[in-house]
């Protein structure tokens, strides 16, 4: 098929043309634009069904020519595991946030000339076009100390029992990958890229959710008091407004809310027992 100034593109037989519209920026802080380009992905009567963004966005890496015919440079994604197990694809597309890896194209564009826009998350601050840096997530996870303390260096003998109960909520609590869609979807996480200000800025419902996962914990609960200490100091568990979109955009169904209740009631225990004992 030709663009807009006459260029052909490459397309196969049986294909059909997807228009990518991305935003790209250089860096934070530096100016943006969109540029798009035309993909050609097989169209699912052909029986491929197997074009998801990532394999488009690496089409463009390899034909980094816009619509306008106009050379331009590979666009910077993230991408790991490729099934939706490590996060680091997240990117927000056609307006809402997601991994890009397990976003197949016959559900979002399955018609010829389609457009799919790709944007970065808006909450952290862009690396280069789609790739974020997600430090300040990490850097949280850190603060309330998101392990179990052991020492792997000896045998320590067998750990402290745990009923099937507890398993079950804390095997769903450790599905969370650390993606961002949840900080990404939520009102009171706002894009701070002054580290200093990390701490006294909301932590958001993927840390809040991994404290009540490690202090569920029988040995993880050794450093309840720590985690619990973060999340009831300024930016903790109260700057929460309830709005419950987290939950709502959670691609591993976590029930955030549930857990910021859960994480709520313990601080308030937290605070109880300290005003008492004094400490
Ligand atoms: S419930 Fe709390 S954490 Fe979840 S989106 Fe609303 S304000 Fe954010
Ligand atoms: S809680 Fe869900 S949305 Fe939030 S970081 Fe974890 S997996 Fe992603
Ligand atoms: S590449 Fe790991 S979730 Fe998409």
């Known amino acids: ?7 052909t593109k490459k397309t196969t037989a049986g294909s059909r043309t997807v228009r990518f519209r991305i935003k790209r920026q250089e860096a934070h802080g530096k100016p943006s634009r969109w540029e798009e380009f ?9 029986g491929s069904g197997s074009a998801n963004v990532i394999s488009c966005l690496q089409w463009i890496a390899a ?16 991408s790991g595991c490729l099934e939706e197990v490590c996060g680091s694809c997240t990117m927000v597309i056609n307006g809402k946030v997601r991994q890009s890896c397990s976003c197949l194209i016959d559900e979002y564009a399955p018609n010829d000339g389609d457009t799919i826009t790709l944007e970065p998350m808006s909450k952290f601050p862009v690396n280069r076009d789609l790739f974020v840096d997600r ?13 179990v303390p052991i020492d792997g260096t000896y045998h320590l003998g067998a750990g402290p ?9 804390r095997y769903k609590l450790s599905e ?5 869609c949840c ?11 002054d580290e200093d200000k990390w701490e006294g800025s909301f932590v958001g419902a993927a840390v809040i959710s991994q404290a009540r996962y490690f202090n569920l914990h029988g040995t993880g609960k050794e450093l309840e008091k720590k985690r619990l200490d973060v999340l009831s100091q300024k930016g903790g568990v109260s700057d929460c407004g309830n709005a ?28 109880i027992k300290e005003f008492f004992s004094g400490s």
């Open 1 to 7: 098929m030709s663009n807009a100034n006459g260029t």
């Open 38 to 46: 035309d993909v050609p992905v097989q169209s699912s009567a052909e």
């Open 63 to 78: 034909n980094p020519v816009t619509v306008r015919g106009e050379q331009t440079t590979p666009v910077t994604y993230d």
């Open 135 to 147: 430090s300040r997530l990490f850097n949280d996870l850190k603060r309330i100390n998101a392990w």
């Open 161 to 169: 029992e745990e009923s099937p109960e507890k398993q079950q909520t």
């Open 176 to 180: 969370c990958m650390s993606c961002g």
């Open 183 to 193: 900080l990404e979807a939520c009102p009171q996480y706002t894009l701070e890229d």
């Open 244 to 271: 419950q979109n987290c939950v709502r955009v959670c691609p591993k169904e976590i029930p955030l809310t549930e857990s910021i209740g859960a994480m709520g009631r313990s601080v308030t225990v937290h605070k």
